[in-house]
């Protein structure tokens, strides 16, 4: 019987040759590193937070768009509102339907209504709408 020699693999002899070497990675002590410098701001920026709150009371079909007033929503407190604090330029809205932020380019908010821009769909009866209002004053 004649003896078969196994297949060379694609490796032999040739990964040794082929191999990259990593440089040992050295540890340090922490010591050695400086801290990064202390910087006391001079000034604060302080934020705040407005949260208006509008459970729909009936369908509303966006296909036309739709505009929802002030003094539909109610604050953190559970108190109506009659206009919504607007923080321009230093600061930003945000609008979650059924606790689903909302992109910018879907709505408007005004200190007196909520513009939702027209979209091939229904709010239904029941769903929450929150506005959050964050602005930032520097102190």
């Not at 330029?89 to 027209?118: F, R």
């Amino acid at each position: 019987m004649k003896k078969i020699n196994p297949p060379k693999s694609i490796c032999d002899g040739c990964c040794e040759e082929n191999r990259f070497n990593w440089h040992r990675i050295k540890a340090i002590d922490e010591s050695s590193i400086p801290p990064p410098p202390v910087v006391i701001p001079s000034r604060t920026i302080i934020p705040t937070i407005n949260r208006y709150f509008y459970i729909v009371t009936e369908d509303i079909d966006l296909t036309n768009g739709v505009t929802l007033l002030a003094n539909l929503f109610s604050d953190d407190n559970g108190d109506p509102v009659t206009e919504f604090k607007i923080f321009n330029p230093n600061g930003y809205d945000n609008l979650y339907i059924n606790g689903v932020m909302q992109e910018s380019g879907a709505y408007k908010v005004t200190p007196n209504s909520l513009i939702l821009n027209p979209f091939n769909t229904t709010i239904f009866d029941g769903t929450p709408i929150i506005i959050e209002s964050l602005g930032f004053q520097l102190m």
